[in-house]
């Protein structure tokens, strides 16, 4: 399996409050990328890095932000959380681009009250 | 974007040979066909993917029409492991800019696989 960790697995906040993910890997890959999950929807896109300090926007960034200061981690900020985020987050990785492989973590379910 | 449509929902029976179709009409001629699946509560999972040739790996086949307008995953022999959500997606190189990184997920396929 890659060796992808997120951080945390589970998380219960209330609205209004500040929230970062955190998804570390081990496999030293260029792209990193935000997922979120809800039902109805699938996956849908929130931010994408293409290396240190290069992210771009996905389908769903409005009220997210992302940092990335290292190859091995991209941190994923609410900034001030609402109900309509409650969802199961996925980070992913890969190697390159168009014809390299996702590999996803786990994921990190949050709720915001 | 090109999209995929894929059935809501497949069945199988375990040790049976399932096959996943995927229609993909507008595709062009540089985009790649990629499979993922995802059992309950996990990430997803690479599967496999091609361009215009058949390929194979351990966990599947995939076979992709002579137009590529189509194509279908083959699981061998299913197992009760396999019942997931499959995914078929496809993924430009050449769109513009960083974009060429994204997959875009749709609903996939629910494949229940019976004992």
């Known amino acids: 399996d890659a060796g992808i960790t997120q951080s945390p697995r589970h998380k219960v906040t209330e609205t209004g409050t500040p929230v970062t993910l955190r998804c570390h890997q081990t496999e030293n890959h260029r792209y990193m990328y935000w997922y979120r999950q809800d039902p109805g929807h699938g996956l849908r896109l929130i931010h994408y890095?293409?290396?240190?300090?290069?992210?771009d926007k996905g389908e769903v960034s409005d009220g997210y932000s992302v940092s990335r200061s290292k190859t091995e981690d991209f941190l994923l900020t609410l900034e001030s959380a609402t109900s309509s985020q409650t969802s199961v987050y996925f980070c992913a990785i890969s190697e390159s681009s168009y014809n390299s492989p996702l590999h996803f973590g786990n994921g990190t379910r949050l709720t915001v009250t | 974007d090109a999209k995929t449509t894929q059935p809501n929902s497949m069945e199988s029976n375990e040790e049976e040979p399932v096959h996943l179709p995927c229609n993909h009409s507008?595709?062009?001629?540089?985009?790649?066909i990629h499979w993922y699946r995802q059992l309950p509560s996990q990430g997803p999972e690479y599967v496999i993917h091609?361009?215009?040739s058949n390929v194979n790996n351990r966990m599947a086949s995939l076979a992709i029409a002579e137009d590529r307008k189509s194509s279908t995953l083959i699981l061998h022999r299913a197992t009760l492991r396999d019942a997931a959500v499959y995914y078929c997606?496809?993924?430009?190189?050449?769109?513009?800019?960083?974009?060429?990184?994204?997959?875009?997920f749709g609903q996939g396929t629910i494949l229940t696989v019976h004992p």
């Open positions: 890095s293409y290396g240190v300090k290069d992210t």
């Open positions: 091609g361009l215009t």
């Open positions: 507008t595709i062009s001629g540089t985009d790649y």
């Open positions: 997606i496809l993924r430009d190189p050449n769109a513009g800019g960083t974009s060429y990184g994204k997959l875009t």
